[in-house]
T-cell receptor, first 113, second 116 residues
Framework: LAKTTQPISMDSYEGQEVNITCSHN???????ITWYQQFPSQGPRFIIQ???TKVTNEVASLFIPADRKSSTLSLPRVSLSDTAVYYC??????????????FGTGTQLKVEL | DSGVTQTPKHLITATGQRVTLRCSPR?????VYWYQQSLDQGLQFLIQ???????AKGNILERFSAQQFPDLHSELNLSSLELGDSALYFC???????????????FGPGTRLTVT
């Protein structure tokens, strides 16, 4: 499982776009990048997953540069309810590695008025 | 709502006791995962079942065991409980394919276990 590095915390204000970057220098060819969100005392929630370039869904966008050594989760126009911990995970989803899912400390995002 | 259900929501018990936590995966999901999250710690993977069979073990103590039944629901049994076992226990399930998108897991609301 590739090691990932994220900022411990980030602060933002309502209505702003938030970009959380994750570094994964030793990402392997078959690895995918997955992001989860977790609110206090709740289970993590799958946000988005991608392999290269850009992936967008109704919640977020995931930007992955050509070298894939980092990725950026972009949350458009955040609100107070986006205050949560965000986790970046990297691994080969095709190898049945879901059982090796390792949640690190993540990034604590705090959104204020 | 992820579609994964867990019961009970809260459980308070004494040291030395045994408890059973129950999980029903999303409809159609064959994989079930169990995680433990203690205060100030990240999620720790405990064990995975796929279509009734144990697939992988993580940091699961010998006092803990699990199984997945033919209807795909799963139970996590915790015995000889210690104070340190107090934690949130999450169950997650993933889509049908054994390999594809196994990082796309859907977590239940968790069971908060308090051992006194």
């Amino acid at each position: 499982l590739a090691k990932t590095t994220q900022p411990i915390s980030m602060d933002s204000y309502e209505g702003q776009e938030v970009n959380i970057t994750c570094s994964h220098n030793n990402i392997a060819t078959n690895d995918y990048i997955t992001w989860y969100q977790q609110f206090p005392s709740q289970g993590p929630r799958f946000i988005i997953q991608g392999y290269k370039t850009k992936v967008t869904n109704e919640v977020a966008s995931l930007f992955i540069p050509a070298d894939r050594k980092s990725s950026t989760l972009s949350l458009p126009r955040v609100s107070l309810s986006d205050t949560a911990v965000y986790y970046c995970l990297v691994g080969d989803i095709r190898a049945g590695g879901g059982n090796k899912l390792t949640f690190g400390t993540g990034t604590q995002l705090k959104v204020e008025l | 709502d992820s579609g994964v259900t867990q019961t009970p929501k809260h459980l308070i018990t004494a040291t030395g006791q045994r408890v059973t936590l129950r999980c029903s995966p999303r409809s159609g999901d064959l994989s079930v995962y169990w995680y433990q999250q203690s205060l100030d710690q990240g999620l720790q993977f405990l064990i995975q079942y796929y279509n009734g069979e144990e697939r992988a073990k993580g940091n699961i103590l010998e006092r803990f065991s699990a199984q997945q039944f033919p209807d795909l629901h799963s139970e996590l049994n915790l015995s000889s409980l210690e104070l340190g076992d107090s934690a949130l226990y999450f169950c997650a399930s993933s889509p049908k394919s054994e390999t594809l998108s196994s990082y796309e897991q859907y977590f239940g609301p968790g069971t908060r276990l308090t051992v006194t």
